[in-house]
């Protein structure tokens, strides 16, 4: 293995520290940030996602909601949950864990969350924001890429990134935080006909599609950066990513493990939203 690795979970400690030290100023002037969350169902998966984005915000001092409902709960009801949320002025961010139920429009909840409270960074309002370069919440995954880069010296201006996959939750707002960072940026996507001939002129490639070993050795620019956001299981099903770990690895200089990578920095650049919008919103009360 040539490449160094990027490791997200030493970075997220960092940060969460960071955080840790905001709250506590925040707490010295009667103020404590609040984060809800909301699980629709018995996701196995949004199970434990949850369970550790309530165990972080307890680990910086943070007051968390966990809001459990029934896979059957109307959509109705939901909405009108969350327009309580919005109301409370002890809560600074809400997040609704994806999926939902297919009976429930995700964007029209994502939509009903106040843009001052979207610590996800999905509301249309954030998208906006981001795609024009105004201040607003930033899609958390995309905004821990941005950080893992950073970590590492590597300034994207001027380099060539690619981003494989086009989402609204990853790919789109990873291409405008590398563009916003004044990088040249080329998005790659399931219709895309010869990916390798983009990835191959690439300094930086982040994978983001879902899909096992879309990513190979053959495909990477010796020495590029290479952050994996998949998250898929292999043949004997453990966590793997999008990337051929250990094909690139020998190519590339720097990678993002699976796991250990991007996960723990998307849930700590959560934290990072959410404090921002207490701080945010005790500036406005004066």
Same mark, same amino acid.
């Given at each position: ?8 979970n ?8 960071e ?8 707490a010295?002037?009667g103020?404590?940030?609040?984060l809800a969350v ?5 996701n ?8 550790h984005? &309530? ?10 909601v966990?809001?459990?409902h ?5 959509e109705a009801?939901l ?10 002025p002890?809560?600074h961010?809400?997040l609704?864990q994806?999926p939902l ?6 964007n ?8 001052a409270k979207d610590?996800?960074?999905f509301?249309v ?10 201040a607003?919440?930033k899609?958390c ?7 893992? *880069? ?11 990134a &690619?981003v ?12 405008m935080? *590398? ?5 040249? &940026?080329?998005?790659c996507?399931?219709a ?9 002129q690439?300094d ?17 620019k010796?020495?590029a950066?290479?952050?994996d ?9 453990? *966590?793997?990513?999008d ?10 200089g720097?990678i993002?493990?699976?796991p250990?990578?991007v ?6 650049m ?14 406005a009360?004066g």
């Amino acid at each position: 293995m040539t490449a160094k690795l990027i490791d997200g979970n030493a970075l997220a400690r960092h940060i969460r520290s960071e955080v840790a030290q905001r709250v506590a100023a925040l707490a010295e002037q009667g103020h404590r940030p609040g984060l809800a969350v909301i699980l629709v169902g018995h996701n196995p998966a949004s199970q434990v996602y949850v369970k550790h984005k &309530v165990a972080d915000c307890e680990s910086v001092g943070m007051h968390s909601v966990l809001d459990r409902h029934p896979a059957e709960l109307p959509e109705a009801e939901l909405l009108a949950r969350i327009r309580e949320l919005n109301a409370d002025p002890g809560i600074h961010g809400i997040l609704v864990q994806l999926p939902l139920p297919a009976h429930i429009d995700a964007n029209k909840v994502i939509e009903t969350i106040s843009p001052a409270k979207d610590v996800d960074g999905f509301h249309v309002a954030s998208a906006g924001a981001l795609m024009i370069g105004r201040a607003g919440f930033k899609a958390c995954t995309p905004y821990g890429c941005m950080k893992m *880069l950073e970590s590492i010296g590597c300034d994207p201006r001027g380099k060539h990134a &690619v981003v494989i996959g086009r989402s609204n939750i990853v790919g789109k707002p990873m291409a405008m935080l *590398l563009l916003q960072a004044n990088a040249t &940026v080329t998005v790659c996507h399931s219709a895309t006909p010869d990916l390798a001939h983009h990835t191959r002129q690439a300094d930086i490639v982040v994978a983001a599609v879902g899909k096992r070993n879309v990513l190979t050795a053959d495909m990477v620019k010796p020495g590029a950066v290479v952050i994996d956001v998949g998250m898929n299981r292999n043949d004997e099903g453990k *966590l793997c990513g999008d990337v051929d770990f250990d094909g690139v690895s020998k190519v590339a200089g720097w990678i993002t493990p699976v796991p250990g990578g991007v996960g723990p920095m998307t849930r700590a650049m959560l934290l990072v939203n959410t404090i921002e919008a207490a701080e945010l919103s005790t500036l406005a009360q004066g």
